[in-house]
């Protein structure tokens, strides 16, 4: 037998999932955890016991959550319903506007920003542009192409085959159309058409090859002879509407429809609704569509540094400095795809894009290698797949360096991602209930959460310790804590002055008094847990060894109320707290920083038991710096 020290200085690799455990080899072993549940990694290495959430309001149903940022001093968050969207500015609504999309449509719909308007797609449903005219007043409209003359300067595309004639009864005025092959659905009234370049407005159809329109004032047909050119809008409600969208190089860029999901179109430069193609002068829109080998739906378009498009089978950049209609090329990158079944869209981290793969389980790094002059697409998740499960909504905190990916299975999965300094490091956080949606807004982290079929918007807040929390100064005679109704029926952890003194279920809102205190927390409890990796001990001893135990560990930690830790005989609370009596519980003096030295007896399996476990069941704070081991091993 031999004795060994081993120091764990960092968990910059985050959660390992089990099909790596086999891979001590890599330096991510080195530094990863084997569970982290309601943890955050820090860029610096060390892990702490993840904030609370603050209570915000309660939905009446599934919610999208949307970040909109006007400047730094007005930032919003949108929540759009089934047929509504609430807007809330620092916690409190300030709006609610009426919107086309259904509870089953709103996981599909795709979004962009430019100053104070949201254009929002979905395929099945007209464009909208929604505005902030002022603080509370928000408006919900139809996208408006550029209009001249009666012409609209919208998108075209000829759906009918190639050889479909349409045949004009006159060439002014009221005309009536003869197409030479089934080209009309009743859909097709009130919508446009375009006739030798020459557009026109349907006023009825009478059948598949039948219509009548009346032309723009002003336009006149050459001739009333049988013609292949002709075209209808490629959005309307008969082909279906955009995809995505995006802004890039001035341009309006709008990716897919649900009848064309391969094609692009790039409006007139600097000219947002305007999609005249002209005749191809340098400033005039772009379109063409993704032809290759393989299907290729547009997903989402991104302006990052080229134009990118994600599609369904693989991953493209549209290059030209600037883009033209002379210069445009379009080159396939990786063969990746992204999901079909809902949009998630890609978020940009450190010049970065960071984007869901279309199985679900992986997280991709969308980047430019300046030495290939090509684009890579490297799997972030693939140490940890298994906490990536089927996203279905990201957000990114630049403050705090966390990527939030919210699962179908509702947890929410954290990645901390400092390109930089090389860290990339999961965590799973878990509530009462299901993770649904995220959005940071400024500086804030928002989530959509559902428990027990109740919706609800809350907030991470680093000053809090439970879940769906709210905090109050309640009066120092006060008989009973109220402003609870959230929480009715469920054990609510209570947190007075900072120091918890047990459970309690609110009834009407309140709950008991517990004595005088100047600030009242109460929220849903969660329970922090740490678990390292099997130390590996090869290099120190040259074979495995067949068992190890522990002899001490030793914990660097930063201002920390609580630990339990089970080194193989249970659970034990680790004691370095002060108290000190006032009114009628007890109010720890300081939190502790410093080292503590835990012993431990027992044989462990080597190289498959971890040699101990942290549970943070209290509303406590607690940060792990670095670990130190004294173990014997079984030669």
Same mark, same amino acid.
């Given at each position: 037998?031999?004795?060994?020290?081993?120091?764990?200085? @960092?968990?910059?690799?985050?959660?390992?999932? &089990?099909?790596?455990?086999?891979?001590?080899?890599?330096?991510?072993?080195?530094?990863?955890?084997?569970?982290?549940?309601?943890?955050?990694? /820090?860029?610096?290495?060390?892990?702490?016991?993840?904030?609370?959430?603050?209570?915000?309001?309660?939905?009446?149903?599934?919610?999208?959550?949307?970040?909109?940022?006007?400047?730094?001093? /007005?930032?919003?968050?949108?929540?759009?319903?089934?047929?509504?969207?609430?807007?809330?500015?620092?916690?409190?609504?300030?709006?609610?506007?009426?919107? !086309?999309?259904?509870?089953?449509?709103?996981?599909?719909?795709?979004?962009?920003?430019?100053? %104070?308007?949201?254009?929002?797609?979905?395929?099945?449903?007209?464009?909208?542009?929604?505005?902030?005219?002022?603080?509370?007043?928000?408006?919900?409209?139809?996208?408006?192409?550029?209009?001249?003359?009666?012409?609209?300067?919208?998108?075209?595309?000829?759906?009918?085959?190639?050889?479909?004639?349409? /045949?004009?009864?006159?060439?002014?005025?009221?005309?009536?159309?003869?197409?030479?092959?089934?080209?009309?659905?009743?859909?097709?009234?009130?919508?446009?058409?375009?006739?030798? /370049?020459?557009?026109?407005?349907?006023?009825?159809?009478?059948?598949?090859?039948?219509?009548?329109?009346?032309?723009?004032?002003?336009?006149?047909?050459?001739?009333?002879?049988?013609?292949? =050119?002709?075209?209808?809008?490629? *959005? +309307?409600?008969?082909?279906?509407?955009?995809?995505?969208?995006?802004?890039?190089?001035?341009?309006?860029?709008?990716?897919?429809?649900?009848?064309?999901?391969?094609?692009?179109?790039?409006?007139?430069?600097?000219?947002?609704?305007?999609?005249?193609?002209?005749?191809?002068?340098?400033?005039?829109?772009?379109?063409?569509?993704?032809? @290759?080998?393989?299907?290729?739906?547009?997903?989402?378009?991104? +302006?990052? $540094?080229?134009?990118?498009?994600?599609?369904?089978?693989?991953?493209?950049?549209?290059?030209?400095?600037?883009?033209?209609?002379?210069?445009?090329?379009? =080159?396939?990158?990786?063969?990746?795809? @992204?999901?079909?079944?809902?949009?998630?869209?890609?978020?940009?981290?450190?010049?970065?894009?960071?984007?869901?793969?279309?199985?679900?389980?992986?997280?991709?790094?969308?980047?430019?290698?300046?030495?290939?002059?090509?684009?890579?697409?490297? =799997?972030?998740?693939?140490?940890?797949?298994?906490?990536?499960?089927? !996203?279905?909504?990201?957000?990114?905190?630049?403050?705090?360096?966390?990527?939030?990916?919210?699962?179908?299975?509702?947890?929410?999965?954290?990645?901390?991602?400092?390109?930089?300094?090389?860290?990339?490091?999961?965590?799973?956080?878990?509530?009462?209930?299901?993770?649904?949606?995220?959005?940071?807004?400024?500086?804030?982290?928002?989530?959509?959460?559902?428990?027990?079929?109740?919706?609800?918007?809350?907030?991470?807040?680093?000053?809090?310790?439970?879940?769906?929390?709210?905090?109050?100064?309640? !009066? &120092?005679?006060?008989?009973?804590?109220?402003?609870?109704?959230?929480?009715?029926?469920?054990?609510?952890?209570?947190?007075? =002055?900072?120091? &918890? *003194?047990?459970?309690?279920?609110?009834?009407?809102?309140?709950?008991?008094?517990?004595?005088?205190?100047?600030?009242?927390?109460?929220?849903?409890?969660?329970?922090?847990?740490?678990?390292?990796?099997?130390?590996?001990?090869?290099?120190?001893?040259?074979?495995?060894?067949?068992?190890?135990?522990?002899?001490?560990?030793? *914990?660097?930690?930063?201002?920390?109320?609580?630990?339990?830790?089970?080194?193989?005989?249970? &659970?034990?609370?680790?004691?370095? $707290?002060?108290?000190?009596?006032?009114? @009628?519980? %007890?109010?720890?003096?300081?939190?502790?920083?410093?080292?503590?030295?835990?012993?431990?007896?027992?044989?462990?399996?080597?190289?498959?038991?971890?040699?101990?476990?942290?549970?943070?069941?209290?509303?406590?704070?607690?940060?792990?710096?670095?670990?130190?081991?004294?173990?014997?091993?079984?030669?």
């Amino acid at each position: 037998m031999s004795v060994v020290r081993i120091a764990k200085t @960092s968990f910059a690799s985050g959660e390992i999932g &089990p099909a790596m455990l086999g891979r001590v080899d890599l330096r991510a072993f080195e530094n990863g955890a084997r569970t982290l549940r309601n943890v955050i990694v /820090q860029p610096s290495g060390g892990v702490r016991r993840r904030p609370g959430l603050a209570h915000v309001a309660t939905l009446p149903g599934p919610a999208r959550l949307i970040a909109f940022e006007f400047n730094t001093e /007005q930032a919003y968050l949108l929540a759009l319903m089934a047929g509504e969207m609430r807007v809330y500015r620092d916690g409190a609504l300030v709006a609610t506007v009426a919107t !086309p999309w259904t509870a089953d449509q709103i996981g599909q719909v795709a979004w962009t920003q430019s100053a %104070d308007t949201l254009l929002v797609v979905h395929p099945d449903v007209p464009p909208r542009r929604i505005t902030r005219t002022s603080h509370a007043a928000w408006t919900v409209e139809p996208w408006a192409f550029f209009e001249e003359k009666g012409v609209r300067m919208q998108p075209f595309h000829k759906f009918a085959g190639a050889d479909v004639t349409l /045949q004009p009864g006159t060439t002014s005025g009221t005309v009536t159309l003869t197409a030479s092959a089934d080209a009309f659905v009743a859909g097709h009234a009130g919508g446009r058409l375009r006739v030798h /370049q020459k557009e026109m407005t349907v006023v009825s159809v009478a059948g598949p090859r039948n219509a009548t329109a009346m032309l723009a004032e002003g336009l006149t047909l050459p001739d009333t002879t049988a013609t292949r =050119d002709w075209e209808e809008p490629a *959005f +309307s409600a008969v082909r279906g509407w955009p995809v995505s969208v995006t802004f890039h190089q001035d341009r309006l860029v709008v990716g897919g429809s649900r009848d064309l999901p391969n094609r692009l179109w790039l409006s007139k430069s600097g000219d947002l609704f305007n999609f005249d193609l002209g005749t191809g002068l340098d400033d005039e829109a772009i379109e063409f569509a993704l032809l @290759s080998d393989q299907v290729n739906a547009i997903r989402h378009v991104f +302006s990052g $540094r080229h134009l990118q498009v994600f599609t369904s089978g693989a991953e493209w950049m549209v290059t030209g400095e600037p883009l033209t209609p002379e210069n445009v090329q379009l =080159d396939r990158q990786t063969r990746i795809g @992204s999901p079909t079944d809902r949009s998630v869209r890609p978020r940009d981290v450190d010049g970065a894009t960071l984007f869901v793969g279309r199985g679900g389980h992986d997280l991709r790094e969308f980047l430019f290698a300046d030495g290939e002059q090509a684009y890579q697409a490297t =799997d972030l998740a693939l140490l940890a797949p298994h906490l990536v499960r089927d !996203p279905v909504a990201v957000d990114y905190d630049p403050d705090d360096r966390l990527l939030h990916v919210v699962n179908a299975d509702g947890t929410l999965a954290t990645l901390t991602v400092y390109r930089a300094e090389q860290v990339t490091a999961w965590a799973l956080q878990t509530t009462q209930g299901s993770f649904r949606a995220v959005a940071t807004v400024a500086d804030q982290t928002h989530v959509a959460v559902e428990r027990a079929g109740v919706w609800s918007i809350e907030r991470f807040d680093p000053s809090l310790s439970t879940d769906a929390a709210v905090r109050a100064a309640p !009066p &120092p005679d006060a008989a009973q804590w109220t402003g609870l109704g959230h929480l009715d029926g469920k054990a609510v952890e209570l947190v007075g =002055d900072g120091v &918890p *003194f047990g459970t309690a279920v609110p009834a009407g809102g309140a709950v008991a008094a517990r004595g005088a205190v100047a600030t009242l927390e109460a929220g849903l409890g969660f329970v922090a847990t740490i678990e390292p990796l099997p130390p590996t001990l090869a290099a120190a001893g040259g074979a495995s060894p067949r068992s190890v135990r522990l002899i001490e560990a030793a *914990f660097r930690l930063l201002d920390t109320r609580q630990m339990r830790i089970d080194t193989g005989g249970g &659970p034990v609370d680790v004691p370095f $707290r002060a108290f000190a009596a006032t009114s @009628s519980f %007890d109010a720890p003096v300081a939190a502790f920083t410093g080292e503590k030295r835990v012993r431990a007896l027992g044989w462990k399996r080597a190289g498959v038991d971890a040699l101990w476990r942290i549970d943070l069941p209290a509303p406590l704070p607690f940060t792990l710096l670095s670990v130190t081991h004294e173990l014997k091993v079984n030669d």
